[in-house]
């Protein structure tokens, strides 16, 4: 993705949004993994005999583990679904917040992980690791999101497909979020 000042980013019509540090505790190496397998699971259900939707992945950040997470993508195949656009200044989070259909943190531990309040305050669904603080307060499970645990990494590839489904009520869990953070 580029991105010019005071020009919006190409961003793809669908996407999962994650924002982190690109360091160990916030599994990105799983989130991508789980990505992939989300990808399979999807391509299989499409297979059968209902038209499934595969979404990209974009995922904001930087850090000492990104040679490494573009070497994983590279590997699994990705290249073409999982954006890094790379660090945004918080007045170009809302472009990408705004445009996403969900938002996914990862988490091996976290005290709070505030990025969660903004992406519920955009009016977002959210996937959050059990081991977020904020996971108890503001995940309500099944009304604005799902909490799971970040080293199952077929749980969230579950949780992926199951929230990209056509006929997953998107637009009322966001709606909750936006209530539960208000």
Same mark, same amino acid.
């Given at each position: ?16 949004? +994650?924002? +982190? ?5 916030? @599994?990105?190496? /799983? ?13 299989? +259900?499409?297979?059968?005999? /209902? ?19 573009? =070497?994983?993508?590279?590997?699994? #195949?990705?290249? @073409? ?27 091996? !531990?976290?005290?709070? #992980?505030?990025?969660? @309040? ?14 977020? #603080?904020?996971?108890?307060?503001? *995940?309500?499970?099944?009304? @604005?999101?799902? !909490?799971?645990?970040?080293?199952? *990494? $077929? ?6 497909? =199951?929230?990209? $489904? ?11 979020? !936006?209530?539960?953070?208000?």
């Amino acid at each position: 993705l580029k991105t010019e000042r005071g020009k919006p980013p190409e961003l793809p019509e669908k996407y999962f949004l +994650a924002s +982190a540090r690109f360091v160990e505790k916030k @599994n990105l190496f /799983r989130l991508i993994k789980a990505y992939a397998r989300y990808r399979e699971l999807t391509k299989k +259900a499409e297979s059968g005999k /209902r038209k499934a939707e595969i979404w990209d992945l974009v995922v904001l950040g930087d850090g000492a583990l990104k040679v490494e997470i573009v =070497r994983l993508i590279a590997e699994l #195949g990705l290249q @073409n679904c999982v954006h890094l656009p790379g660090f945004k200044q918080y007045e170009e989070l809302p472009a990408y917040f705004g445009r996403a259909q969900v938002f996914v943190h990862a988490s091996t !531990t976290e005290q709070w #992980g505030l990025v969660v @309040n903004e992406a519920m305050a955009s009016g977002l669904p959210v996937l959050v690791s059990n081991r977020c #603080g904020c996971a108890m307060d503001l *995940v309500a499970d099944g009304v @604005n999101g799902f !909490t799971f645990d970040p080293g199952n *990494v $077929d749980q969230l590839a579950e949780l992926l497909r =199951r929230v990209s $489904d056509p006929e997953f009520p998107l637009a009322d869990f966001g709606a909750a979020s !936006t209530r539960i953070i208000a």
